[in-house]
């Protein structure tokens, strides 16, 4: 597996670049990929079929200059900047693998994924709901994924120093819930890590065997995506 630890300029950029990946392996590329990048501002992020005024606090993110906009993956809604790991996982789904079926990559996925934290955090790690992770019944992981015939993307992000504050004022409650959130408002409900993003790369390498560095990215495709989906309102405002 090849990695790349690369944030590109803006936020339209970096989503669009999740999804040039995984359209690249799905087109040839034989290798499976790990990603690591880092928001240098505020966003909300809508998962693909969520209801932007049903999310989000459109007035509010309005007079903060938070963009709102739409991801390729499914899963909810939520808050990007300053103090998220993000990463994304491009893997071919190869036949009678796990990762065959939705409901077994998630376990598999986050199985590994959780090792890595637990490395880190000794061991109190806990996958919640679907795809969370939790220390202590707190999130600080949200993930999902988006499949093609050949490979899938799964990707989400680790909570190590984001305003949390902001949070609140930027989104809704969800409108759907895990069972475990038990309705609590974002500031009750997530957590930050107290790890430095380099020592969580390291343990995500680790875990997914992901030693040799990806040296290109697919800079048109991107640029294509930007353009035509991802700084668009007939994209991110389409439910």
Partial sequence: MRYLDRTLHTAQ???ACDEALLDGCEEGDPDEILRFWEPRQHFVVLGYSNKARTEVKLD?????GI???RRCSGGGTVLQGPGNLNYALIL???EGSALESIVEA???IMNRNRNALDSLLGGRVLIQGYTDLTLQGLKFSGNSQRRRRRFLLFHGSFLLHLDLALVEEALRLPSKQPSYRRNRAHKDFLTNLPLQADAVKEAMKQVWGAYDALEEIPEERIERL???KYTTDAWNFKF
Wanted: glycine residues 0%.
């Fill in 226 to 228: 930007v353009r035509e």
């Fill in 106 to 108: 998630n376990a598999f």
């Fill in 60 to 64: 509010s993110c309005r007079a903060l």
């Fill in 13 to 15: 950029e970096n989503l």
């Fill in 92 to 94: 071919r789904i190869r």
């Fill in 67 to 69: 963009p709102v906009l």
